[in-house]
């Protein structure tokens, strides 16, 4: 078995997630992939602006992980902007702050990420049914079906279809 994945908690998801210089198509474009914490890392410290021990306590992670994280980003998005790569946001070890679900007869509860990461819900406290989904988020798909066994770890993409299953 791998190491147990460190999940971290993020507020907030872009809506835009692909970015590509003007002009250049993209299948001859270099890409850079930044994932979803660190373009939350990006959010909390650069555009909030607050201090690294907030925002390592709002991520639920140490403030050395922070840090590492946010570096990580700032210099994939350097890369990006200075040579001319595309970016997408996508994949990662994140779980949102906090997660409503829907059961098929209707029921929605929220559930937080503190619940998530230890122990992610499998059936309606209102009725008890199996058949329970997280509600999709600005209209983004999931990831892989079959979550939230795979939690936030598959990729995102507009329309539902996983672009892919793993990195
Ligand atoms: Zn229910």
Redesign the pocket.
């Known amino acids: 078995m791998g190491r147990i994945p460190k999940w971290r908690r993020v507020a907030f998801i872009p809506e835009i997630t692909y970015f590509k210089p003007v002009g250049v198509s993209l299948r001859a474009l270099d890409k850079v992939r930044l994932s979803v914490e660190e373009a939350e890392a990006i959010r909390l410290k650069d555009l909030e602006g607050l201090g690294q021990e907030e925002c390592a306590q709002r991520m639920s992670i140490s403030r050395p992980t922070f840090h590492r994280v946010l570096e990580s980003a700032r210099s994939k998005l350097a890369d990006a902007l200075l040579n001319g790569k595309a970016i997408r946001i996508e994949g990662g070890n994140f779980e949102m702050a906090m997660r409503r679900f829907r ?5 929605e509860w929220d559930v937080p990420f503190e619940v998530m990461v230890t122990e992610p819900p499998r059936f ?6 199996l058949n ?1 989904l997280p509600t999709q988020p600005f209209g983004f798909g999931w990831g892989r079906r079959g979550w939230p066994r795979h939690r936030g770890r598959g990729t995102i993409s507009r329309g539902g279809q996983p672009t892919s299953g793993q990195e």
């Open positions: 059961c098929t007869n209707g029921h309606c406290p209102t009725c008890n049914t329970i």
